[in-house]
C-alpha cells in the first residue's frame, strides 16, 4: 500500500527541514528522491527531512528522509539522469540547487515501513522506448488518457513509465494512468499497457 502511494500520488509534495516548510516538486529513481533545496541548506551536511506527498493533510504519504546537497553542476551521471527526468516532470529548474534523499521510513495512516522496504527504483529497461512510442502521436496519447482516467490532457507528454503506470505531463499538471491494481508491470507488462492506452485513443495497432 505504502509502495503503490509512493509511486501513484504525484510528484509534487510539501518538505519540512529545520521546522520550516516548503513546497516540491520532485522525482523518485535510483534509490533516492531528488527535489530541490532550500536555500539554507549547506554543503557537506546531512540534514533530516519530512516530505508529505502530496501535502499534510490525513491521507499525505510522509517520507522521513535523509537529505544532502548535490555537488555544484550535475553531479554524478546518475544524478544527472535524474535531473533531466526532474526537468521532464517540473519544467526548466533553471539556477536551483538540488538535494538527494535516503528513504529511512514512511507513514501513510496507520502503516509505517521502513526505508529499506520502499520500492524507489524503476525497474523497467524499457522505458525510453516505450516514452518515444507514446510521444510518437500525442493526438493518440491526449484521447487515451481522457478515455482511461477522466482527465483532459492538453499539450500531453510522457514523461514517465514505471512498473505501476505512466506518467503524462499536460498544460495542467501530470497525470497518472495507473496500472493493474495490486500488481506491478514487467517490460512486456508495460508494452502491452502502452499498446492499451496508445489503442483506447484510438492509435493504429503496431
Do not use: C
Not at 37 to 45: I, L, Q, S, Y
Amino acid at each position: 500500500m505504502v509502495n503503490d502511494a509512493l509511486w501513484s500520488k504525484g510528484r509534487r509534495g510539501v518538505v519540512e527541514i529545520n521546522e520550516r516548510l516548503e513546497p516540491a516538486g520532485f522525482v523518485i529513481g535510483n534509490g533516492v528522491v531528488l527535489l530541490p533545496a532550500p536555500g539554507f541548506m549547506k554543503d557537506g551536511r546531512v540534514e533530516d527531512a519530512t516530505l508529505s506527498v502530496p501535502d499534510e493533510g490525513e491521507d499525505a504519504l510522509a517520507l522521513q528522509l535523509e537529505v544532502r546537497l548535490l555537488p555544484e553542476g550535475d553531479g554524478p551521471s546518475e544524478h544527472a539522469r535524474l535531473l533531466d527526468r526532474w526537468e521532464a516532470y517540473h519544467g526548466r529548474r533553471g539556477a536551483a540547487r538540488f538535494m538527494v534523499g535516503v528513504a529511512q521510513a514512511a507513514r501513510l495512516g496507520n502503516a509505517v515501513v521502513d526505508g529499506e522496504e520502499l520500492s524507489v527504483v524503476n525497474t523497467l529497461g524499457n522505458e525510453p522506448a516505450l516514452l518515444r512510442r507514446l510521444n510518437a502521436d500525442r493526438a493518440a496519447l491526449a484521447r487515451g488518457v481522457k478515455r482511461l482516467t477522466g482527465n483532459e490532457a492538453f499539450e500531453p507528454t510522457a514523461v514517465g513509465v514505471d512498473q505501476r503506470g505512466v506518467d503524462v505531463r499536460t498544460r495542467t499538471g501530470v497525470f497518472r494512468v495507473p496500472g493493474p491494481r495490486g500488481k506491478q508491470l514487467d517490460d512486456d507488462g508495460a508494452a502491452a499497457m502502452v499498446s492499451e492506452l496508445l489503442m483506447s485513443g484510438g492509435a493504429a495497432r503496431d
